[in-house]
């Protein structure tokens, strides 16, 4: 009997790497969709697309490894703190790793020839490959045809003929494909990850900057309310009521969180080295940014300190 083909595919849950995932199952290819989590995105999406269309998928945390390459890129930022060549190569090398070690064929990506000029272009694929070790067992479904045939066509394991030609930034072909591939549901194209966020890229260098080796937590208090910073301390107000109710949650044994007895206003969370001038500092941001006692003196104004 011969052997089922086995293939897994790095996906996003949008609709090109929905698409990779189509193409390969149409030829009786085993697909495995691997999604990667890390600080700066998640899994929800592509759980989402992965049950509405039937798809096997396993979610990978590399956030660890992750932040290594975010703070160090070999191939530098693009417009914000994105490093997404060096990026998508550990994702398609961490995917290597299983493919060798649970006997896998072959490791697919949704990427298209000339869809993103930085990460997409034939000499970044190229190094990819190469720097993956995975030259002949990377595929690329959607562009195949118009890239070099690999190892795993040439062996007769995946079809070059029913492989695609896609490239360039538009989606009318990709469109078109989903009703001949029964695809059910895709969400709207961009957004997911923070690091391609201009003002989420200056929060983050700051970040690094400052502190040697940030935690999970104070990665995801970026994502909350205004940060002030005085030296390596930082002072974050909540904006809103889920922002308070986040920071209530992200506050660690050595943090203190402020807020006002006897007014409404925001919480506000102290982390860092904490003196009697940060404390003052503190409370006196946390009198500003309520509407009740903006005006007043901080001084005179009681507050609770846990």
Known sequence: MKKKVRALVLFSGGLDSTLAVKVLEKQNIEVLALTFVGYFFGDTKAKESAEKNGIQMRSINFAEIHCEVVKNPKRGYGRAMNPCIDCHLLMIREAGKIMRAEGYDLVATGEILGQRPMSQNLQSLKIIEKETGLEGRLLRPLSAKLLDETEIEKQGLVSREQLLDISGRSRKRQIELVQELDIKYYP???GGCLLTEMEFGKKLKKLLAEIKRP???DF?????????WI???RIIVGRNSVDNEKLGELQETEDKLLELQDFSGPLVLVRGKITEDIMNEAKKITAKYSRYTKELDYKKLIFKIK
């Open 188 to 190: 709207s194209p961009g």
């Open 215 to 217: 935690s999970a937590s």
């Open 220 to 228: 995801a208090l970026l994502q909350v309310g205004r940060i002030f």
């Open 231 to 233: 030296d390596k301390t």
